[in-house]
């Protein structure tokens, strides 16, 4: 998972294209970076850290350059791996001069990388998918005439998704010729499009982005979803123009909706924050029925995500809601930090018990989800400690048990408890009185209700069935190789498989 920001305007983009990625934080924090051009010049800002840390220290060594157009991204790394040299965007100087940045992953990033060694002779020097996408457009624009513009952008982003396979929401800014946004067939990944009209400009500055919040957060409208195959161009005078360029077959990621998305967004015109409410809904109806002998006194979120769904839990179960556990906001989520033993030791940093909400109760634990499984003990233990009586825990999701090869880092089936154990083995492990995950059904339902025009969501680190079909057993066993490899290897020295953006 990664976030990424694309900004086009009649004035300087600057100050929107750093609160917009300010507000996709939560999506990556391993590195960052920006692109913009000021109509003569390319300024590349990017390296690992936080968007703060990044910027501060671009301001620090001169200053940050602004310009008519901007692109920027938010990183996440896979395993262990993900060095500077493979933070985003990219950029090259022919044709035209083209910048950017993607959220997604490739499925085929290897035989890609070899195809353009071999058949377009270009080089790959970053292990970064990104790279990856950026040369394949490019030598798709190349080969076509430069008029009619727009033809030649739709047609070379028809040609990037013939040849790349897996997950990409894009960004990318062509040198004196505008800003193109594109979503692959699936629309796997989320991509947003809003704009805002300041008085005395000639046309709107218009932003695409992962989540919506990033709009709100600079006062723009939010105008729609970029829908799967879809390419919007936008020119530097504001005209805009959006095609069709590949039949749309939409599988949204329904794990954007349970755990990594902003709350006050919006991701397919479906309001993440209700999608978690209903979500607790589904979940109180399964837990009353799963366990009728149970009795809770106070129903407890893991912070952050899985508030929302406790909140809505308690109050279907007419039970209290308590915060009986408290994060330290100043550590990084624990799912998105690279490596386990990173992931343990940030438990016990980022969670505080509130023992006076815990002491002698029947609590109940309202998680997003269980990976690992390893994160959950902790934290029933945590709760133990402090003196309740029992600990009960729900998880918004139902079990986890496939790899994600579409962008997030839970690549080997091994990592999995619900792979490794039934039900009642991950419970024992986690050392949970009782457990109720959601079910698949109650999931779909609580997601669909916001918008029932999406026939289908990816759900394939749930049910094992990868919508873009090229997805088998011998594709996983490579990929969880890889990751393996990769983890005992230094920073940017990881070869292939892509990198997890
Ligand atoms: S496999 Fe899971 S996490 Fe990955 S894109 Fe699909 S639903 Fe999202």
Redesign the pocket.
Known sequence: MCGVIGVIGPRDILPELCTGLFNLQHRGQDAAGIATFDGGTFHMHKDEGMVDDVLEAVARRGRLFGGRWGIGQVRYPTVGCGGAEDAQPFNLHSPYGIALAHNGNLTNFEPLKRELREADRRYVGSSCDAEVILHVFAEEMSRRPAEPFPDAVFESVAAVFRRCRG?YSVVAGVAGRGLVAFRDPFG?KPLVYGERTAPGDAFPTRMFVSESCALTASEFKVVRDVGAGEAILVHPDGRLEARQVAPANHHP????FIYFARPDSRIDDISVYKARLRLGEELAREFKARHPAAEVDVVVPVPDSSRPAAQEMAFRMKRKFREGLLKNRYVGRTFIMPGQEARSKSVRRKLSPVPIELEGKRVLLVDDSIVRGTTSRQIVQMVRDNGAKEVHLASSCPPLR?P?????DMQTKKDFIAARSDEEGTRREIGADTLTYQTMEGMVRAVKEGNASIKR??????DGDYPTGDVDASVLDRIAGERERDAGAPPGARGAGGVEV
């Open positions: 997950s796997i990621c329904i794990f954007e496939h994600c090869v579409y962008g997030i969501f990816c759900m394939a680190c749930m």
